[in-house]
């Protein structure tokens, strides 16, 4: 049996009981380490399992594969995954090869930033498509991620960014550790094209003035947020990784309320209300 | 202390052991009865716990909050919820009352459906907006569920549907089960805005051959998974609740490959190849 495990978002005890068991009962066990992590490293993994874990990375999983499920049709392995097993398109692959070679697999689920980022207050009902930032080098600018967000607040939704995280993919030996992209990043990249836009005369879907959430460590117990306009995130420290922002759209007067608890001086105080029901910024 | 505590979707086991440490500690443990269920009841958690639980209906949750939060400044109180506890707007409410009184709270996420439903094989990243679908009446029958995911097809994504859930809410005393819409029912309701549409000459955003997948008991040991034409939904039994329909949007080839494991007859023949990344139906 090959079971796909999500670890959760904190530490060693945010794995669900079930997923613990299963774990005990493998003859191997494999971390996956290149599309998220934890507030904790391997050897706290292992010293909680008290089990040796083989670090997966994408060279692994992508090439490897028939490695990972060798003689999984006779002994159970695992395959543990930051959050959720089914946020990364690579673990869907490693499941059709093992339907293709007649291994039984099983998922056992945990949280992952796409819904435990409920927390901050913002309604998962009210969340449109999910966009990722990746990190802008001299010649390669992407936008795609603003006109994405500007579509989702057009139609009143919230954008939950992800934000990129890169590693050394090139070799199989990653000594470099990965570098992950914070709020105020993602926040700077994200008012540069605001700045390009307006002097194209643009007419603008969102402002230096929108509010948005910043979100760190989230599920941990060092978790942060911070609720600010898009300007005042792009100041805002929130520590070490993983971090996510979160554009919102119309805003429900619980939302707001939920928001408030969170939130930097006056970060609230430019929103419109549009009808009895809903802001706006 | 609050704490918030997500159960996950499937048995006793898919707690966390984090959840399940907090549990444990508590001097009372409430357990949210009336947003979603898991496939075991009330006794299976309190034999696992070892601790007396308290049922909080949707009275007690949104008329009586205070009596759940007394004391909670000087001891801990628990409350559980299916899923992630930020599934459902009460319990925003729930933390704005904690926040009010001083009383500190904690959050300790878990799976839920929107999250867990990527095993499906379709990409978290290509789902709009989730759509919920109610129970039609003879005098009420709403259709707004169908544009939202029209729209969401439109710009080529997926729709997550959660399938209403009917509760008896006009007194504290809930004597007759809840009423749980099934795949059939939904996909049933649809075809029938479908026909509408069609006889009104509105250009159709998905028809009775679009590809939709009917998941039950998700990530639980009882989970069923089955993908079909939205016709062939209508007629597919899944069995016990809980339900959910998912409507897809534009395909990546994974995705289509994933959801032949689950695929009805022919189910996947209409696909048309739009560019050579991606299908629609």
Redesign the interface.
């Known amino acids: 049996m090959l079971y796909l495990i999500?670890l959760?978002?904190?530490?060693?005890?945010?794995?669900?009981?079930?997923g613990?068991?299963a774990v005990k009962s493998c003859s191997r066990v494999y971390l996956e380490a290149y599309t998220s992590i934890l507030t904790v490293g391997k050897e706290a993994l292992e010293e909680y399992y008290g089990k040796q874990l083989i670090l997966a990375d994408r060279d692994l999983v992508e090439q490897g594969a028939d490695q990972i499920l060798e003689d999984a049709d006779v002994t159970d392995v695992a395959f543990l995954v930051v959050?959720?097993?089914?946020?990364a398109?690579t673990h869907?692959?490693l499941?059709?090869r093992a339907?293709n070679a007649g291994i039984p697999y099983k998922?056992?689920?945990?949280?992952?930033v796409?819904?435990?980022v409920?927390?901050c207050?913002l309604?998962?009902?009210?969340?449109?498509?999910?966009v990722?930032v990746v990190f802008w080098t001299e010649t390669w600018r992407p936008e795609s991620f603003y006109d994405k967000i500007c579509?989702n607040r057009t139609?009143g939704?919230h954008t939950l960014c992800l934000e990129s995280l890169v590693t050394d993919f090139r070799g199989k030996k990653i000594y470099e550790p990965p570098r992950f992209m914070t709020v105020n990043q993602a926040a700077d990249q994200l008012i540069q094209v605001i700045q390009s836009r307006k002097e194209e005369g643009e007419e603008l879907g969102m402002t230096e003035d929108t509010v948005c959430v910043g979100v760190a460590r989230l599920?941990s117990d060092e978790q942060k947020i911070r609720v600010g306009t898009l300007n005042q995130l792009v100041s805002c420290d929130l520590g070490a990784p993983l971090h996510s922002l979160v554009i919102t759209g119309r805003l429900h007067p619980?939302?707001v309320?939920?928001l408030r608890?969170n939130a930097e001086p006056n970060a609230l105080e430019n929103l419109h209300m549009i009808d009895s029901s809903t802001y706006t910024s």
Chains 1, 2 share one sequence.
Not at 8 to 18: F, M, N, Q, S
Not at 83 to 87: I, K, L, N, S, Y
Not at 107 to 112: G, K, R, T
Not at 123 to 130: A, V
């Open positions: 999500g959760g978002l904190g530490d060693a005890t945010d794995i669900t009981v079930k613990l068991q959050g959720d097993p089914f946020g398109t869907s692959d499941v059709l339907v998922v056992i689920h945990n949280a992952s796409m819904n435990a409920g927390c207050g309604q998962l009902y009210n969340f449109g498509e999910t990722s579509k139609a939704l599920g619980l939302e309320d939920m608890v």
